[in-house]
Structure formats: C-alpha cells, structure tokens
C-alpha cells in the first residue's frame, strides 16, 4: 500500500489566492483527519470524516476553510481566500475505525504551504 | 484544542542511553497513543496504551500509563542516532472521537 497520499508537497502562493490541498486515504480505511501544524500552536485537528461524512469540523479556523470528501478515496481542504496566516504544513491522516474512536492514525507527508 | 503535554520540551542523549519523555493530561481518557515525527515528514505512529492497561513493550519502546495521576511515559532504550525526532503523545478522550496532540519532545541522539 502506498500510505496516504498528499498532493501537492509544497505550495507558495499570494495573499488572497484560492489553495486547494488534496489528499488520498488508505483503501479501506473510513476515516479521514485533516491537521495543521505550526511552531505556535502545534498540531491541531482541523476536521475528521468517517464514512465520507464530517463528523466534527470545530477545529476549521474559520469560513475561508472548507474541506469536502466526495468519496471514500479523496478528499480536499480548500482555503479561499488565502492569508500570509494560514502558512504551515498541513496533514491529512486516515484510520480504520468508527467515528475515530481507538486505533492507530497514518499520516500522508504533509503540504508545506507558503502564503506571501 | 491540545490535551497531553509533553515533558521535557527538548532532551540530548548520547548513543546507547536510554530516553525517557513523558505526558501528562487532563481528562478521562479511551486511551493514549505515541508517535514519531522526524524532521520534514508526517507523524508515525508508535505504539497505543489503552486505559485499562499499565504497561506496554514494542521492541525498544516501553510505555506506561497511570491514569490516577493522568500521565504516561515513553522509554526508548538503547538509543540510536536514528531515534532523533520529535515524539508526541495523543490522547482520545472517553467524551469525544478525536485525537488531541502535545507539542512534543524533541529528542536528539547524539553519535
């Protein structure tokens, strides 16, 4: 299995452009996670799917974030549009279980996104 | 919002000695997970510790969990310069479905 997968691996845009950050989970696995990670605040959980439905998105900063999985093999986090604030690198993870309860998480590469 | 809290925030050892980090957190918990991060890449994950369990071994790793004080620690023994990463703790609250991360120690394991 190739793990998950994040496209891209690195985006450098401007200040007010559209960012789409996609992702590819584990076959089989029914969840899926979507972090940031920055040196001041960490790691923090943006949104969790489980069955392709959103299961709790009180960690999305704020409306210019929105996160979609049509389907049990895709998903994407969009910011639109972008601020010089959003820069950090952004993880998307998946886990076979039931509304991520109790087992183990994997993690894709990570997006290491630049906002000029 | 981040639950476990890692301690020390950084640790050098040398080659051969043994690392210990810990975590602490604040609510009841379904059960505690480790994970490595080396520089650069995602989040690996180490071992799980549930809260019905004290202890648990995978290789090199120990893991103990005391959830009368909340806390749990990692051991690594016998390190390896290849141990160098960061290491964060990860707790799944009984009240909700979601991970909650510390900020992680970052070990360095000098040759």
């Known amino acids: 299995d190739a793990g998950v997968i994040q496209s891209p691996r690195h985006e450098v845009t401007e200040m007010g452009q559209e960012v789409t950050l996609r992702c590819k989970p584990i076959?089989?696995?029914?969840?899926l996670f979507w972090y940031r990670q920055t040196m001041m605040r960490g790691l923090e959980l943006l949104i969790y799917?489980?069955?392709?439905?959103?299961?709790?998105d009180s960690g999305m900063p704020e409306d210019r974030f929105s996160a979609k999985m049509p389907n049990a093999s895709f998903s994407t986090l969009k910011i639109q549009p972008s601020e010089p604030r959003d820069s950090a690198v952004y993880f998307c993870?998946?886990?076979?279980?039931?509304?991520?309860?109790?087992?183990?998480?994997?993690f894709g590469p990570g997006t290491r996104l630049l906002v000029l | 919002s981040q639950q476990g809290e890692e301690d020390p925030q950084a640790l050098s050892i040398q080659e051969g000695e043994n690392a210990t980090m810990n975590c602490s957190y604040k609510t009841s918990i379904n059960n505690l997970q480790w994970y490595r991060q080396n520089s650069g890449r995602g989040l690996v994950h180490l071992i799980l510790?549930?809260?019905?369990?004290r202890e648990k071994h995978s290789g090199r790793l120990r893991v103990t969990l005391d959830t009368s004080k909340k806390s749990s620690s990692l051991l690594i023994t016998a390190s390896r310069a290849a141990d160098t990463a960061s290491y964060f703790c990860?707790?799944?609250?009984?009240?909700?479905?979601?991970?909650?991360f510390g900020e992680g120690t970052q070990l360095t394991v000098n040759p």
């Open positions: 799917f489980n069955n392709n439905v959103p299961i709790d």
């Open positions: 510790i549930r809260s019905n369990e």
């Open positions: 993870a998946s886990s076979a279980t039931n509304r991520g309860k109790g087992e183990t998480q994997y």
């Open positions: 076959s089989g696995h029914n969840s």
């Open positions: 990860a707790t799944e609250e009984t009240s909700g479905s979601r991970l909650a």
